[in-house]
């Protein structure tokens, strides 16, 4: 039986005739077992989470219906224990979630006719304030036998369901790409997969990241990387760059960006700012604002880019972009190219390299009626990024002396600094201290590169960094 049990790892067996299991939640049940006289207990296990774990706690009493207490002790952290309670004293409600815990959902593989058996039959016991396990023995000790209530039940496993929205940071995805076109399929993918779903002020729903920072490094606005999955044609676009670079005025619009920029109450905003930049290249203040408070701050037309910023760095004209709403389907990569744009002729003015291009989105939304076009985008076209140059640096492994050495180097190959440890965990404790590693899949690689280290250290293998070991 003990095999049919879910997560049997993270149970300690003993006596499957008792009527009593135990429940460490997050407290090491190790540390719990010592303490107790075991002959007494069925089994000792964590539970972790209010919804996966709570749901193995359902499964595996009506799998061994002799156990008729559950005693829950240990650290609560996640209110998995609360939830049990909860589950006990209340039930579940029409959506199987249990009345008085949030996101404590009992899977629709177990009938409710079973949840209410398991309630109706099994005590549980709220031991969470004893911080003396040996404790427990008195509890123990004082329970009555009591008899089986039934033959066992098996469920089917749960189904995977896709969420609304996986669970992410509230504010402040990025991502970075060379061009525009790669941005804007990380933009998508992103916004698909942890966009919180909301009414907008139109028609529309939508779905909505906030602060979503976008890095733009190697494109030129002069010959972009096209891609066939825009939605725009470059005849369209090379219509709207002039919208942010130009004060030009379009018939029937009430205003463009471009106008604000450079041409606000009469003031060429980004002549201002190259002639502030040319003075002072070291400034903070070269930036322009498209937001007349008199005007918008009841306008319902009111501009959705905001402010832009440059700045001066290694000798490279850096600009960043603040956009308080920002469609990042039908506009963004407009947004960014006509951006660009503008960042190349600032930086030409002054005679500077182009550094990267900064959109920061606080509203980054898709509209509901473009999540199937973006969905089929992102699947068409969204392939792995693979590895790509990390700019923190790069890091050599080696194995000698009963110890993993990794050395930090800069992009021209010059060592910054030693990392010794005996294991993968010491090292990437010690890399992560520090701050190092700015690329997920450089982080991953990484990893895996310092277990294949450690394996091979402890079996006295040959290792060489980025290929198999031999066995």
Request: charged residues 25%.
């Amino acid at each position: 039986m003990q095999d049919q049990f879910m997560f049997n790892d993270l149970i300690s067996f003993s006596n499957l005739d008792s009527n009593i299991a135990i429940t460490t939640l997050w407290t090491k049940k190790d540390k719990i077992l010592e303490k107790l006289d075991t002959t007494k207990v069925a089994l000792v296990g964590q539970l972790y989470s209010k919804n996966k774990g709570l749901n193995a706690v359902l499964r595996n009493c009506l799998l061994n219906k002799n156990i008729r207490y559950i005693i829950i002790t240990g650290q609560d952290i996640s209110n998995s224990g609360e939830a049990l309670l909860n589950l006990v004293k209340n039930g579940i409600d029409e959506n199987r979630n249990v009345i008085g815990s949030e996101k404590s959902e009992i899977e629709e593989e177990i009938p409710i006719e079973a949840v209410n058996t398991f309630r109706n039959n099994v005590e549980v016991l709220d031991c969470r304030n004893i911080v003396d396990y040996s404790q427990l023995n008195i509890i123990i000790n004082a329970l009555t036998q009591k008899p089986n209530y039934g033959e066992p039940e098996i469920f089917p496993e749960a189904k995977a369901k896709d969420p609304e929205k996986f669970p992410s940071e509230a504010s402040g995805l990025r991502v970075v790409s060379k061009t525009v076109g790669q941005a804007w399929l990380e933009i998508l993918k992103n916004i698909t997969r942890f966009g919180t779903l909301k009414k907008s002020q139109y028609s529309d729903d939508q779905k909505e990241l906030l602060n979503f920072v976008a890095v733009i490094t190697d494109e030129d606005p002069d010959n972009p990387k096209w891609e066939n999955f825009f939605d725009f044609t470059p005849e369209e676009l090379k219509d709207y760059i002039p919208q942010i670079t130009t004060k030009n005025k379009i018939e029937g619009v009430e205003y463009t960006y471009g106008q604000r920029l450079r041409d606000h109450n009469g003031i060429d905003q980004i002549q201002e700012i190259t002639e502030n930049l040319r003075k002072t290249n070291y400034s903070r203040r070269a930036l322009a604002c498209t937001w007349n408070v008199e005007v918008d701050v009841r306008n319902p037309k009111c501009p959705c880019l905001n402010l832009v910023q440059a700045i001066v760095q290694d000798g490279k004209l850096f600009l960043t972009a603040y956009i308080r709403s920002n469609d990042m389907f039908g506009a963004w990569p407009r947004n960014a190219l006509g951006l660009r744009k503008l960042q190349k002729n600032i930086a030409q003015d002054l005679a500077l390299e182009l550094g990267s291009l900064t959109t920061v989105s606080c509203s980054a939304h898709l509209y509901s009626s473009n999540w199937k076009n973006a969905e089929n985008i992102v699947d068409e076209f969204c392939t792995s990024k693979g590895y790509d140059q990390d700019p923190r640096g790069n890091f050599v492994i080696s194995i000698a002396e009963n110890k993993i050495t990794v050395n930090h180097l800069d992009l021209d190959g010059k060592t910054l600094k030693t990392y010794e440890g005996p294991t993968a965990i010491s090292l990437i404790s010690c890399l992560a201290n520090d701050n190092i590693i700015s690329d997920l899949y450089h982080s991953l690689d990484l990893g895996h590169e310092l277990y294949k280290a450690e394996v091979a250290l402890r079996l006295g293998k040959l290792y060489v960094q980025d290929q198999a070991l031999l066995f």
